[in-house]
């Protein structure tokens, strides 16, 4: 009988990314072996070996948006999570933080992975009131009264732990 090994814990880095509007940029994605599978995300992913977790926030938005952000802000939160991506097992824990930008259109050349490519939708700018009432699948679910205590200047201090 073979038991299902625990997949592995994956750290990683995500920003809320807000332009001079106050707009939050958000990743559609979809899982390519299941088309059907899709989902708004905040750009971000895996630390490097010996990265810092801000380092890895600042590299991502590169290479993911091409936007260049000098500085990244508090972090928010925190999100552990366990899904199914391509038909294997994932565990992730990411910490997002507090980024601004002046820029609505890529600086420098983006460099996405070939996982990314293939599940890569689009990417776009919303405002709060648009993500609150969006339709498709945020991650986190709570992202629209997360940003919405973060614009009202009611996020907490201390950043949250978030669970899926």
Same mark, same amino acid.
């Given at each position: 009988?073979? !038991?299902?090994? &625990?997949?592995?814990?994956? @750290?990683?880095? +995500?920003?809320?990314? =807000?332009?001079?509007?106050? /707009? !939050?940029?958000? *990743?559609?994605?979809? %899982? ?11 750009? #971000?992913?895996?630390? &490097? ?8 926030? +600042?590299? &991502? *938005?590169?290479? /993911?948006? #091409?936007?260049? @952000? %000098? &500085? !990244? ?22 910490? @997002? ?10 600086? @420098? ?7 990314? +490519?293939?599940?890569? *939708?689009?990417? +776009?700018?919303?405002? $709060?009131?648009? !993500? ?18 973060? =614009? ?11 669970? $899926?």
């Amino acid at each position: 009988m073979t !038991v299902a090994s &625990e997949p592995a814990l994956r @750290v990683g880095a +995500r920003v809320l990314l =807000l332009n001079r509007a106050d /707009e !939050v940029l958000l *990743i559609h994605a979809r %899982d390519p072996d299941n088309p059907g599978h899709h989902w708004w995300e905040l750009p #971000g992913g895996g630390k &490097e070996p010996g990265e810092r977790l801000e380092d890895t926030a +600042r590299r &991502e *938005i590169a290479e /993911e948006t #091409g936007l260049v @952000v %000098d &500085e !990244v802000g508090r972090k928010l939160w925190t999100r552990e999570s366990r899904f199914t991506y391509r038909g294997h097992e994932h565990h992730r824990l990411d910490h @997002v933080y507090l980024a601004r930008t002046d820029h609505d259109a890529p600086q @420098v050349a983006l460099r996405h992975t070939a996982n990314e +490519r293939v599940g890569l *939708i689009e990417r +776009r700018w919303w405002s $709060a009131a648009a !993500v609150s009432t969006c339709r498709d699948k945020l991650l986190p679910a709570e992202l629209p009264d997360l940003l919405l205590a973060l =614009l009202e200047d009611r996020f907490p201090l201390v950043p949250l732990a978030l669970i $899926a």
